[in-house]
């Protein structure tokens, strides 16, 4: 089996290099010769495609791994050296909150490769920083406190990727403190959306950067000209159509979309928020997702002139915003009501900006036609296009509108939607936005639908 393999380089490896350290050896090992012969558990494809990872790199790989496989393996090989107990620095290694063996550090790294050298062990720190492991944020060693030895931090596996070359499979995070973004999915298509023509040919850009930009930035060698990912506005009454786009978007071009949760995002406490958004970014990195910030203002709102101490931190979130939005390697699109609500700093470095209009009443009544339900019919006196023209509602409040006509069909018990029915449903809608809604007694045509 290629773990079992794994596991038994790594003993062999480790061993070896004790072995020499207690003089029991007349040479070291030699990471170069550090290879499996099925290196396919290995491969991290797509991700890295044309960098192959070196012997170096696989042995760190596999030194991390193999607590998940063989909890015991370190804890034993330095009870085999110093069988009457004893702590040996020069190993490396940490203890972890629940696990009760060794956990490998940057320490444990230098001294398997490296030993006692200490100019291989600085080399082994200056490769560890260049890695493709850490370019990718497969790896991470974690930081120390102020003072410590940068390399005596733990090294450690995402917990996505660990999945990923241990099971072949990879879960995306659940929503929590560490991420505080959902996964949003619809079963709707493109065909659902209804826009004017040159909005349509500007969400069209958004998939033709997302399918081209590695070509782009690679092929074209673009990559020291072009800032990476890419940073779009979506603006425009709610129910508009902003949130459907930006799902529709990651459906058809295979990338999951997170919204962001602003209420665990934003705190009241100094440093708190910058930390929340950290936490995100981080997660999201190298990950080909979309991050969708709905209702952005909360984030993205203007900076003020500074009266206080509470509006200077105010801005310096809106500053670290700024800088991690354009330093994320992926898409961030951002949604809001008003465009003017959005700092000018943030307008600047969009690469696109989409106004989501209000529906006029030709969309409108196209709205009502894909809304409704296929095999249920309408009444006689069901007029779409009155009522498209007489009511300017957006794309959600005539699904609403749908959504309570249809149930109150189905309760009901009736074989098809009446007109009644669906003027109850706007009548909702209208007097949710404090608006007055007016019918004529016939029951047929409504006037002032939104006073």
């Known amino acids: 089996m290629a773990f079992a393999e794994l596991v038994q380089k790594v003993q062999d490896f480790t061993f070896q290099r004790l072995e020499y350290y207690f003089d029991k050896r007349s040479k070291p090992p030699v990471a170069r010769n550090f290879q ?4 396919s558990i290995l491969s991290l494809s797509p991700l890295i495609q044309e960098d192959e990872l070196s012997n170096e790199e696989t042995l760190i790989l596999a030194l991390v791994l193999v607590p998940h496989l063989q909890p015991e393996l370190y804890s034993n ?10 702590d040996l620095p020069i190993f490396g290694g940490v203890k972890g909150k629940n696990h ?5 550090t940057g320490e444990t790294l230098q001294f398997l490769i490296a030993g006692q050298d200490v100019a291989k062990r600085i080399q082994v720190m200056e490769q560890m920083k260049k890695s493709v492991l850490l370019k990718y944020e497969i790896l991470n060693l974690e930081p120390v406190a102020a003072g410590e030895p940068e390399m005596s931090g733990r090294l450690s596996v995402s917990d ?17 403190p560490d991420f505080p973004a959902q996964k949003i999915e619809t079963e709707r298509s493109w065909d659902s959306l209804v826009m004017a023509e040159e909005v349509l040919e500007q969400i069209k850009e958004l998939q033709t950067w ?18 990476p990912g890419y940073r779009v ?24 979309v997170f919204q962001v949760d602003l209420s665990t995002i934003v705190s009241k406490y100094i440093g708190e928020t910058e930390k929340n958004l950290e936490k995100l970014f981080s997660k999201a990195q190298n990950r080909d997702w979309i991050l969708f910030f709905d209702e952005a203002d909360a984030l993205f709102g203007k900076r003020t002139d500074v009266g ?71 009444e006689d006196n069901v007029d779409l296009s009155k009522i498209a023209s007489t009511y300017k509602l957006t794309g959600g409040n005539i699904i609403n509108a749908v959504q309570y006509a249809s149930l109150k069909t189905i309760g009901d018990q009736k074989e098809s939607i009446s007109l009644d029915s669906i ?4 009548k909702r809608e209208v007097e949710k936005e404090g608006k007055i809604f007016n019918k004529l007694p016939d029951h047929k045509i409504y006037t002032n639908g939104l006073n």
């Open 36 to 39: 499996l012969e099925e290196k």
């Open 160 to 176: 996505e990727w660990v999945e990923k070359i241990l099971t072949g499979k990879s879960s995306l995070p659940a929503f929590g």
């Open 77 to 86: 090989l330095i009870q085999y050296f110093l069988p009457q107990g004893g």
């Open 423 to 426: 003027l109850k449903g706007i």
């Open 210 to 227: 997302i399918h081209y930009n590695q070509k782009l930035m690679d092929d074209w060698q673009m990559r020291k000209k072009l800032k």
């Open 233 to 256: 506005m979506f603006y425009g009454p709610p129910g508009t159509g902003k949130t459907l786009t930006a799902t529709l978007l990651g459906k058809y071009t295979g990338r999951p």
């Open 308 to 378: 206080d101490a509470h509006d200077r931190f105010a801005n310096q979130e809106v500053s670290y915003l700024l800088q991690r939005v354009e330093n994320f390697k992926g898409m961030v699109i951002l949604s809001t009501n008003f465009k003017s609500n959005i700092d000018d700093a943030f307008l600047r470095r969009f690469n696109a900006i989409i106004k989501f209009p209000f529906p006029d009443a030709c969309q409108r009544k196209t709205i009502w036609e894909k809304s409704l339900p296929e095999r249920i019919a309408l």
């Open 100 to 104: 009760r063996g060794v956990l490998p």
